[in-house]
């Protein structure tokens, strides 16, 4: 079984930064792939970034591609998502999940 738990959310300006964590415990997150979702008030979670166990490959939704950036440090059983120029609509609740589990999510909010 993996714990997940995200960290790092908080307000923001549009157009500032925030990284997010995802620090993994009970299982080694490195032989996982790990994604990012993110739900808005009242829409469905949706897919935001991934990156594999080796952390060679990384993969963006469109809507967050040139601003997000996905990063793993495997020794410290933690991933990242680095989020910059940051946008009202990236207001969500940010979770992680790997290998079917997921965290209880931290929340984003971006002021405009």
């Known amino acids: 079984q993996v714990q997940l738990v995200e960290s790092g959310g908080g307000l923001v300006q549009t157009g500032g930064s925030l990284r997010l964590s995802c620090a993994a415990s009970g299982r080694v997150l490195s032989s996982y792939a790990v994604d990012w979702f993110r739900q808005a008030p009242g829409k469905e979670r949706e897919f935001v970034a991934r990156i594999t166990w080796t952390g060679g490959s990384t993969s963006y939704a469109e809507s967050v591609k040139g601003r997000f950036t996905i990063s793993r440090d495997n020794a410290k059983n933690t991933v990242y998502l680095q989020m910059n120029s940051l946008k009202p609509e990236d207001t969500a609740v940010y979770y992680c999940?790997?290998?079917?589990?997921w965290g209880q999510g931290t929340q984003v909010t971006v002021s405009s």
């Open positions: 999940k790997a290998s079917g589990y």
